[in-house]
């Protein structure tokens, strides 16, 4: 892509407009239509974004969201950020993603108790896959909750012909360069089909501006922008992830599954549903194989990374927030790890990787 890519940046610099340029506009464009909703609002990172949706709601001290436990910190940071509480929800062991179930209890539990007033739903797109949303929507329209949809790692999946950024009443998507859609720095989306929306996100990414006067602020807001620079190496880079990108990758998860499936537990796609693999993610017996098997991968020089080792509900900054219980997370913490994953890598490195993890599998179990 560097010949494109270069041309991009060029014509940003050509033009001097690194703030809110055209291809800001453009690639705002493309990436509704690519999603399947009315509008993209870009900022400047899947943070800001959450944040963005959060604060357009009003959501604040005395609000409870709910959130999937076993995700970045920043998918619980954002509530703290706006003054509301986070209350993690368990997930789903194989899926990763968050269990309806564990959700309907947390907000009846959260009713019963009366400390705060439930107002919203953070369901997370982990590791590329979206979330279970046929159970997750009829819940939030039961409960009067509006649905934020975390895709920051899910952009690009989808359910059936309908794709991550499409299933909350906002989503939010990040553009970190590690992402299944990078930049070269930091970048984020906000997508929503709401009209009533769309106005006060806008103002809200740029210090709450008036829609005609960037110096008539109307209400408090932040300075979250995509720089010009960013949308133009995303517009080159949507279309390979559009062509190519997003099968390549694909094939390489259906490679590593093939090749595994008998030694480790293997991520699990939901029938009906398509993974934009942010993340291929295998479960070992115990913290003590997946430790020893992540030490002997660097050894060999693959590095395998643990996402996540430690529930949200656990991190330092949320200590003062009542206990909560999500044993399916806390077991997921101690098992997991991440094997190299992109749409470039080659077959056979996939394949030595497999064998490699195979034959330490073995080893160990004698
Ligand atoms: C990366 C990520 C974010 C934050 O995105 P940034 O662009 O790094 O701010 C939020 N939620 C999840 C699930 C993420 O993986």
């Known amino acids: 892509m560097k010949p494109k890519i270069d041309a991009a940046v060029a014509g940003v610099l050509e033009s ?10 453009e690639l705002e464009q493309q990436l509704a239509d690519y999603a399947g909703v009315k509008y993209c609002i870009s900022c400047g990172n899947g943070t800001d974004a959450l944040q963005l949706a959060l604060m357009a ?3 604040g ?3 409870l969201v709910f959130v999937s436990d076993f995700s970045f910190f920043a998918s619980a940071e954002v509530i703290a950020l706006v003054g509301a509480t986070p209350v993690f929800v368990d997930v789903d062991a194989d899926t990763f993603n968050m269990d309806a179930a564990a959700l309907e209890r947390a907000v009846k539990q959260a009713k019963r108790e009366g400390k705060g007033k439930p107002k919203a739903v953070i369901s997370v797109d982990l590791f590329g896959q979206p979330a279970d949303y046929a159970a997750i ?3 939030c329209e039961k409960y009067g909750l509006k649905l934020l949809e975390d895709a920051a790692q899910g952009f ?3 359910i059936g012909s309908q794709k991550a950024g499409s299933f909350g009443d906002i989503a939010a998507t990040s553009f970190f360069p590690s992402k299944p859609l990078g930049c070269y720095g930091d970048g984020g989306a906000v997508f929503t089909d ?3 929306c769309v106005e006060i996100v806008k103002s809200l990414r740029v210090h709450g501006k008036s829609p005609s006067d960037k110096y008539d602020n109307i209400r408090i807001g932040i300075n979250s922008r995509l720089d010009s620079l960013q949308a133009a190496i995303l517009q080159v880079k949507l279309q390979a992830f559009r062509d190519y990108e997003l099968e390549q990758v694909n094939s390489v998860a259906d490679t590593y599954s093939a090749l595994l499936k008998d030694a480790v537990k293997i991520p699990k796609i939901k029938s009906g549903f398509y993974s934009s693999w942010a993340q291929y993610t295998i479960m070992l017996e115990s913290q003590i194989q997946r430790d020893s098997l992540q030490r002997y991968l ?5 590095p395998a990374m643990i996402f996540y080792p430690k529930p949200l509900h656990k991190q330092k900054a949320f200590e003062n927030l009542p206990q909560a219980r999500c044993p399916v997370t806390e077991e997921l913490c101690g098992r997991v790890l991440s094997l ?4 470039y890598l080659r077959e056979d490195t996939v394949e030595q990787i497999a064998k490699i993890i195979i034959q330490y599998i073995g080893k160990m179990k004698k």
Do not use: F
């Open 16 to 25: 001097s407009r690194y703030i809110m340029g055209t291809p800001v506009a």
């Open 57 to 59: 709601w009003d959501i």
């Open 61 to 63: 001290p005395g609000d």
């Open 137 to 139: 929507r009829p819940l």
């Open 156 to 158: 690009g999946g989808r």
């Open 194 to 196: 709401h009209d009533e």
């Open 298 to 302: 660097k050894e060999q020089g693959i």
């Open 340 to 343: 190299p994953m992109h749409p």
